[in-house]
């Protein structure tokens, strides 16, 4: 049984509006913005047969969940743990954020470039007491997913918080460091969707990340300190095998009518996207959807890179999983539980997948101008890896991050090449379904 999470962030608030740190302050309310998007996301959830309702006890957050709750027909009750609060910032609270970067400059530098090491020193009666404000927050989420998970086996809840315990519930599912605390976006009324297996420690599943279609914003704007480039990776669209989940690999198939529909609905998507640069993968199908989605960018020339291919699968290519299993026995489910193991027939393993994924990964960013915009299609494998990548993630994490047909992630990289990346948004799939939040894509093979 599978336990879905749809994971929200509180609607603006007024502290959002003044840009200042909010933290633990329950000074800040939800600004009518806020209250309207809140409503947008409980129109979008009525059809939900939600089993509980969990949001911060935190003003902002517990009006943005209540607002929901009106829209809902027969919902649960409203929970509102402790550990579902902001992260604790007690010195900066209240603040402008361009203040504490005058008044702080060391300390901002460490929180935005070393989260997991950024210290207060906080003044107690009994001494000075050293606080790890974003260490504690990862605990917290932690502490948070052990409580609920066992209390809501193969249901669906609703989780309404903040941009920072959000971060950390999403790093803490998915196995991502506090290094990396920056690395995911949470825009306020967000939504976000985790599958777990089972408890914190069985297989989960990120399906979308930092939906934000339904607010009007097909994917949140660069940040204002924004200097890199800004990469649409976009996994190509539906294929007969993908269908009749029937393993692909290097076999060279191409697009079916819905996956050519896919592609002419992502080309929708992202026609109103200045667009500067475009790589493929070389194979057929991404290829014909790169061609499909610029035909809105007539002025670029679509440029083909073989490191982006799909994994070989070898002898597996071509199969469905009972000629597998009838030949490989065991392999497959090895495969699904431990992928980071298995030597395709023939073929190739991850590691190999993920040097040339990377090469070819780490080629386009460098290459690409400040400030540009580009547009990558590629193979669930490849993007995959390439999001592990983003996170310092070794293949064993490979299963951790959904690609459906047809879907647009976007990954920014706000100080450049050589800085972080962020990823903004993923697996965004909402216009590919008239705005359902979940992925109803083929679930088949790669």
């Known amino acids: ?65 209540e607002t929901i709750i009106a829209c809902l027909d027969n919902p649960p009750p409203l929970k509102t743990p402790d550990n579902l609060k902001e992260i604790d910032l007690p010195l900066w609270e209240e603040f402008a954020k361009t203040d504490v970067k005058a008044k702080f400059p060391d300390d901002y530098r460490c929180w935005k470039d070393r989260p997991h090491e950024f210290c207060m020193n906080l003044a107690k009666p009994e001494g000075n007491q050293e606080h790890f404000p974003v260490l504690s927050l990862f605990e917290q989420a932690k502490s948070f997913w052990q409580e609920i998970l066992p209390q809501h086996d193969g249901e669906t809840i609703l989780v309404v918080a903040h941009n920072g315990i959000n971060r950390c519930l999403l790093a803490t599912a998915i ?36 939906l934000t279609s339904h607010m009007g ?46 592609a002419q609905k992502a080309a929708e998507f992202l026609k109103g996207v200045k667009i500067d640069f475009a790589i493929s993968s070389s194979m057929l199908r991404p290829k014909e959807t790169a061609e499909i989605i610029l035909q809105h960018h007539p002025e670029l020339e679509l440029q083909l890179e073989d490191g ?31 992928p980071e193991t298995v030597q395709m027939p023939e073929g190739e393993n991850l590691q190999q997948v ?31 890896a390439i999001l592990c990548h ?31 990346p962020v990823l903004e948004a993923h697996n965004i799939t909402t216009h590919l379904s008239g705005g359902d939040i979940l992925d109803k894509t083929a679930a088949g093979a790669l």
């Open 175 to 210: 196995g991502i460091s506090p290094e990396d605390y920056h690395g995911i976006q949470q825009s306020n009324c967000g939504i976000s969707i985790l599958n777990f297996a089972g408890g914190l420690a069985d297989p989960v599943q990120l399906e979308s990340m930092n």
């Open 390 to 420: 983003l996170f310092n993630l070794e293949p064993q994490h490979f299963w951790k991050f959904k690609q459906g047909n047809g879907s647009v992630t976007v990954i920014d990289y706000p100080k450049g090449a050589a800085g972080k």
């Open 308 to 338: 982006l291919r799909e994994i070989s699968h070898g002898l597996w290519e071509g199969k469905l999983e009972a000629e597998i299993e009838a030949a490989y026995p065991g392999l497959l489910h090895q495969w699904q539980i431990a």
């Open 217 to 262: 914003e097909p994917f949140p704007l660069p940040r204002e300190e924004h200097r890199g480039c800004r990469l649409l990776l976009v996994r190509h669209g539906e294929t007969d095998w993908n269908r009749d989940k029937r393993f692909q690999g290097w076999c060279d198939v191409p697009l079916n009518e819905t996956g050519r529909q896919q």
């Open 1 to 65: 049984m599978t336990t879905r999470v749809i994971l929200v962030r509180h609607g603006q608030s007024s502290y959002n509006l003044e840009r200042r740190i909010q933290g633990r302050c329950d000074k800040s309310v939800l600004t009518e913005k806020g209250r309207q998007d809140a409503k947008i996301v409980g129109q979008l959830l009525r059809n939900f047969n939600l089993s509980a309702i969990y949001a911060s006890p935190l003003q902002r957050a517990k009006a943005t969940a």
């Open 354 to 384: 993920w040097e040339r994924a990377i090469a070819a990964w780490d080629k386009i960013v460098q290459s690409a101008a400040p400030g540009s915009v580009g547009l990558v299609v590629a193979h669930d494998a490849i993007n995959k």
